[in-house]
Every structure is written in C-alpha cells, then in structure tokens.
C-alpha cells in the first residue's frame, strides 16, 4: 500500500497559478502511473491528469488541456500539477493517486485517497 500526501493548494484570484505535490510512499511508487483528481462541493471526483511510470506519457482532462501540467520526480517519490489560468470552476479538493497506466487510472485509482489538498478560485 502507498501512502499519498497532497499539498500546495490555497485561495488564489482567477487567471493565477498554483503548484500542487503528492509526496507518495512506496518502493514501486514509480512502476505505476499517477494522477490527479478533484472533487467539487456537491460533485463527484473526476480525473484531472494523469503521467505514466516515467514521464513520458501524459493525458489530460479537456477541462484543463492547455491550462495544467502534471510532472512527476521518481528521485523525490512526488508528482505535481501546475495549474495556470485558473478558473472559479476549477475550485475543488484536489486528490492524487495511482493505476496500472494513464488510461486505467482515469476510473480505476489504486490505492486509498489521502487527505487531499483545497484549492479555492476566487473570481
């Protein structure tokens, strides 16, 4: 089992920049792929973005192609999300997880959630 720490959110004004990190556990934490998630008030989770075991594949939800950036640092054991232009509609807790590929994770994450970062978008 992985343990996931999400971190780097905040109240930021629409059109700005955040930087979220996921710090994982785990000796094989970089065989598998990672993502992120959100949850907004009264929704359900949806994916954000996801980056396979070394990088080199990445996919995105189309609310946030051209916006977000996930990366990730097997060195580091973490994955980021650079989030620019933000939006009010992008407010959300923001979660990260793992799956066995950036396709499966999208309705499959591996693990248990962690406590999840708040992101607020002020407009």
């Known amino acids: 089992q992985v343990q996931l720490v999400e971190s780097g959110g905040g109240l930021v004004q629409a059109g700005g920049s955040l930087r979220l990190s996921c710090a994982a556990s785990?000796?094989?934490?970089?065989?598998?792929?990672m993502g992120w998630f959100r949850q907004a008030p009264g929704k359900e989770r949806e994916f954000v973005a996801a980056?396979?075991?070394?990088?080199?594949?990445?996919k995105y939800a189309d609310s946030v192609k051209g916006r977000f950036t996930i990366s990730r640092d097997n060195v580091k054991n973490t994955v980021y999300l650079q989030m620019n232009s933000l939006k009010p509609e992008d407010t959300a807790v923001y979660y990260c997880?793992?799956?066995?590929?950036?396709?499966?994770?999208?309705?499959?994450?591996?693990?248990?959630w962690g406590q999840g970062t708040q992101v607020t978008v002020s407009s």
């Open positions: 785990g000796r094989t934490w970089s065989m598998y792929a």
């Open positions: 980056v396979s075991g070394r990088g080199r594949i990445t």
């Open positions: 997880n793992g799956g066995e590929d950036t396709v499966v994770i999208m309705t499959t994450p591996k693990w248990s």
